[in-house]
């Protein structure tokens, strides 16, 4: 039997949607408000879920305390706060849109949690436009 258990977190961040290689008018065309060259921030709404078998000694799928401190660790103190496109080396050269940024999340909790484990990745940039990255 397989159980997804889930657990909310939330970051508050700073970005600026462009590409260096397009010119103005293009990246206003494309991206809009997310283009403004002062940048502006979301407050971001995060679901991590691990679906896993449950373990027959502790009645769990990952111990939730275990699930917080990777989240903490890995996004909200690398991302909280930050200006995705300066601070955060991850965006370095990626254009941090909703999608490569559910993908990074991804990325930074995925080897951290066990093998066996599968993990989905869900990130509200506003309350009505979210994301879901289930790897693969």
């Known amino acids: 039997m397989r ?6 977190a939330h970051f508050n961040a700073a970005h600026r949607l462009y590409r260096n290689d397009w010119s103005d008018k293009k990246n206003e ?17 995060l679901i991590v ?3 896993g078998a449950i373990d027959p000694e502790t009645g769990y799928v990952i111990d939730m305390k275990v699930l917080k401190d990777i989240i903490k660790s890995e996004v909200e103190d690398a991302f909280d706060h930050k200006n995705l496109n300066l601070d955060v080396p991850d965006f370095k050269d990626l254009n941090p849109t909703a999608e490569n940024i559910v993908v990074v999340i991804y990325n930074k909790i995925k080897p951290k ?3 066996n484990l599968d993990l989905t990745i869900t990130l509200y940039e506003t309350p009505r436009n979210f994301v879901i990255y289930p790897g693969k």
Not at 3 to 8: A, E, F, G, Y
């Open 49 to 51: 879920s691990v679906t």
């Open 29 to 45: 065309a494309v991206f809009g408000k997310c283009n403004n060259p002062n940048f502006h921030g979301h407050n971001y709404e």
């Open 113 to 115: 949690l066990k093998a």
């Open 3 to 8: 159980v997804t258990v889930n657990r909310k």
